[in-house]
């Protein structure tokens, strides 16, 4: 069993950064495809960033060019470097983590998840 707890969410005003946080309780060969999904009021859930077990990465394209995920695998924590920032950005951020990675990356690791965050609230004023 993975438990997965995001951090770093916030209020921020338009073209400003944040960096999100996900730390895995353990190392866990379970847990080895990770990535961001968010979900704004009243839309479906939307992934945002995936990182493979070779480091490969996939992003979405509303967040190509602005947001970073990274991973310290020795720590277990897995980060959304989240920058330029819009008023659409606005949702609730999860981290999600499966025992593996599907092509393509990001609708694979929706599929495939094993586990969830509860969620970090991110708010991006105009």
């Known amino acids: 069993q993975v438990q997965l707890m995001e951090s770093g969410g916030g209020s921020v005003q338009a073209g400003g950064s944040l960096i999100l946080s996900c730390a895995a309780s353990?190392?866990?060969?379970?847990?080895?495809?990770m990535g961001w999904f968010r979900q704004a009021p009243g839309k479906e859930r939307e992934g945002v960033a995936v990182?493979?077990?070779?480091?490969?990465?996939s992003y979405s394209e509303s967040v190509k060019g602005r947001f970073s995920i990274s991973k310290d695998n020795a720590k277990n924590v897995l980060f959304l470097q989240m920058n330029r920032l819009k008023p659409e950005d606005t949702a609730m951020y999860f981290c999600?983590?499966?025992?593996?990675?599907?092509?393509?990356?990001?609708?694979?690791?929706?599929?495939?998840?094993?586990?969830w965050g509860q969620g970090t609230q991110v708010t991006v004023s105009p």
């Open positions: 999600a983590a499966g025992p593996w990675c599907t092509r393509p990356l990001i609708p694979g690791l929706s599929a495939s998840a094993r586990y």
């Open positions: 990182i493979a077990t070779d480091e490969s990465i």
């Open positions: 353990a190392h866990h060969y379970s847990a080895t495809c």
